[in-house]
């Protein structure tokens, strides 16, 4: 995470906090991205820790 956040300039805990993220199904990333999704993750929900579930169906009611 050190590397990861030394290369983006970035902190620690920024990359701590988003790294969940990586974790989500794919269609809601790029759903998110052109505007099609309802992807309802705020910053904050990172910030709390949320937990994102290993199962992709359950990304849906997130």
Request: charged share 25%; aromatic share 2%; proline share 5%.
């Amino acid at each position: 995470m050190r590397e990861i956040a030394a290369n983006a300039d970035v902190s620690e805990r920024d990359v701590a906090q988003l790294l969940p993220l990586a974790l989500l199904k794919p269609e809601l990333i790029e759903g998110s991205l052109d505007g099609t999704g309802n992807l309802s993750i705020t910053g904050s929900d990172l910030a709390r820790g949320l937990a994102i579930p290993s199962k992709w169906e359950a990304h849906e009611t997130m």
